[in-house]
Structures are given as C-alpha cells and as structure tokens.
C-alpha cells in the first residue's frame, strides 16, 4: 500500500500563534537561523546606514531591518532589510522598492531561489543579495517582462538606483567590516 503524500499548510492566523523566528512562504513554515553572527549584523547596520543616509533627499521612502513583509495569507517574510516608499500600514504589506538578503550557508537556498521567485512575482523593484564572504552585492532589476535582469556584481562600486522620484547612490565600499 502506497503512503498517503500529506503537506501541512499554514497560514498568517497560525504564523502569528508561532514562538520564535519563522517565516512563511505559500503555507510552508521556514525556521529562521539563530541570531545572525557579528559580521552579518555589521554588513546589515553599515547597508542600512549607507541606504538612510542615500535618502535622506527623498521624503517618501524608509529603510527598515527585519521587518515582517505580509505578501499573502499565507506568505509572510523577513528580509534583512527593505526600502519602503509611500508606506501606509504598521507593516510592510505591499512590495517594497528594494529588498536586501544577507546570504548565509545556512539561507543561501531560501534567497537564491524562493525568496527571488517570490519578490521577482510580488513586483519589488530591485533584489540585492549580499555575499559578506566574498564582499559581493549581486543586484537584481525587474525589467518590463516582470523577470529579474541581473544589473552587476558590486564590490566597491556606487550603486544607482532609481526609486519613483528618487535617484540614490549607495558606495558598497562603506557596507564591509574593516
């Protein structure tokens, strides 16, 4: 006799019932990693500051860091960090501008493969994985067609991005440990 194949299937009522960190991408619940190690937390710090700093002529949009990101009912993220313009909820629950994962071993798969299709499908503008072991941003654009065009790997380049009516530079120099 043949095994049943049986999925759970979670949703936003149950991931708010949950203790600890977790994630939920299409009803499929994703234990996060313990607390980032030092290196991680400083790229994190360094990249939000430099992305702050960028927008600070632009009135509209926020940087935030580990902030829940509300796709569906049953899809709930945590990026390392988002740009957000024209926020209007306590949450981030529509695609932000610009979604930053720092790739760890222990994410790698999660950020290169479900987390691109899912932010590449949500519509967020621009997809940034950040490699710390190798000093890389490897940035994403969603092109016309909807599908992600990789714009370059960046190590020590300025970054332009172009959000609504904000154009940023962002130094990758400044975002790695000394």
Known sequence: ???IHYEEFYTLED??????DWELIEG???????APIKRHQ??????????SDALAVCENCEVYQDIDYVVAEDTVVR?????ECDAEDEVVAKAPEIVFEIVSPSTARRDETAKFALYER???PYYGLVYSEFRVVKLYRRNDEGKYIKIGDFTKETIELQ??????SIDCSTIWPK
């Open 122 to 124: 949500e519509g967020v």
């Open 79 to 83: 990026p390392d960090i988002v740009v």
């Open 15 to 20: 991931y708010r019932r949950w203790e600890g």
């Open 28 to 34: 499929r619940p994703y234990a996060m990693s313990p």
């Open 1 to 3: 006799m043949e095994a």
């Open 163 to 168: 959000m609504g009516k904000c154009t940023i």
């Open 42 to 51: 400083r790229i994190s710090l360094q990249l939000a500051m430099a992305l």
